[in-house]
């Protein structure tokens, strides 16, 4: 197994003179793997202190750095990788791997809310239970993972709810897929992995892409400077099930003839809608002018997904196919809604 450290909270210490200046990640893989003796007999690992960042500062090429070292040490037999990185990011960083990295074999995210000179710092936890994930053979298939307080997550739903809860991690939609006891991970449903969707990134070429949000009473203004901005693609977080005030539709409708613009819900939980309503504005109104359905995809995991997409030379309708691709990852086939 290999454990690739990127930084944050679970590798965050002071420099040892002072608490004066705030804790900074100075952790590598080695520190944090030999900090928790357990670990060795779970598996035997290989460390790599891969970056040493907050996770705020973690970019898409870094990802696809990561993701092409994964797969590399997948090729030369490892059977699972732990990824341990700031929890700020998690949400979108595993969902970039789980599109990234094109093999069966486990890939567990995780971190810590609190740092090591803290009482009671759930680093060491939630990296023996991240290991652990990774040695079963029940993650197999699963796509990535994000162990965190000794709950599974996929990286397909989870999303950070809590600015210091330990507990901080949560799946609205579908809750966790599992969870550790006494040492063991129990898998209590299994969402086929994304492995099926090639996606072939060169490091450093990724189209901006930008998120907007909507809100009570604001103009959508910004809507209007996207394109202009440089900007290669847009998600809309809009409300509820896909909604935007009336004024903003010709705004979006004219983007969307230039660039792909995916409607998503600001909500967090649930799936955009196809067809309810249809006033204007509405998701009928907005999906019938061009906007891209995010389905289940939240506003960030759907912009890491077109940027991805954008990055692999996708045009419109290869962006609209991976988007349903990714959404019917989750459909059983006898149960998916029949075809229109
Ligand atoms: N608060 C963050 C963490 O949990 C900092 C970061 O994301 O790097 O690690």
Redesign the pocket.
């Known amino acids: 197994m290999t454990v690739f450290s990127l930084?944050?909270?679970?590798a965050?210490t002071s420099d040892g003179r002072s608490a004066a200046g705030g804790v900074t990640?100075r952790l590598g893989a080695r520190e944090l793997v030999e900090a928790v003796p357990q670990i060795q007999e779970v598996a035997e690992l290989e460390a790599v202190a891969f970056r040493q960042t907050?996770?705020?500062d973690l970019t898409l090429p870094d990802l696809v750095a990561l993701a092409a070292e994964i797969t590399r040490r997948f090729e030369q037999g490892v059977h699972g990788v732990v990824v341990t990185?700031?929890?700020?990011?998690i949400e979108e960083t595993s969902f970039a791997l789980d599109l990234l990295v094109a093999s069966d074999r486990p890939v567990v995210v995780t971190?810590?809310?609190r740092n090591p000179t803290l009482a009671g710092p759930d680093g060491p936890a939630n990296l023996l239970a991240a290991v652990q994930v990774a040695a079963a053979p029940s993650a197999v298939g699963l796509g990535t993972l994000v162990v965190f307080n000794d709950e599974v997550h996929a990286a397909r739903f989870v999303r950070k709810t809590h600015t210091s809860s330990p507990a901080t991690f949560r799946s609205v939609t579908v809750g966790p897929v599992g969870w550790i006891v006494e040492g063991r991970p129990r898998i209590a449903f299994r969402l086929p992995a994304l492995a099926g969707v090639p996606y072939r990134v060169a490091e450093g070429a990724v189209p901006p892409v930008a998120l907007l949000t909507s809100a009570l009473g604001d103009d959508s203004r910004l809507v209007g400077h996207v394109a202009a901005s440089g900007y290669s693609g847009l998600v809309l977080e809009a409300f509820g099930g896909g909604h935007v005030p009336a004024h903003v539709v010709p705004a979006l409708e004219e983007l969307a003839a230039r660039l792909p613009v995916v409607l998503a819900s600001r909500t967090g939980g649930g799936e955009v809608l196809r067809q309810t309503y249809g006033f204007p504005g509405s998701e009928r109104d907005l999906l019938s002018r061009g906007l891209v359905p995010a389905g289940f995809l939240d506003g960030r995991k759907a912009r890491i997904l077109l940027s991805i997409l954008l990055a692999s030379g996708r045009d419109l309708d290869g962006v609209r196919t991976a988007f349903d691709e990714v959404n019917d990852s989750v459909s059983l086939p006898d149960t998916a809604p029949a075809a229109r």
């Open positions: 930084g944050g909270t679970i965050s990640p907050a996770s705020g990185q700031g929890t700020d990011t971190g810590a809310m």
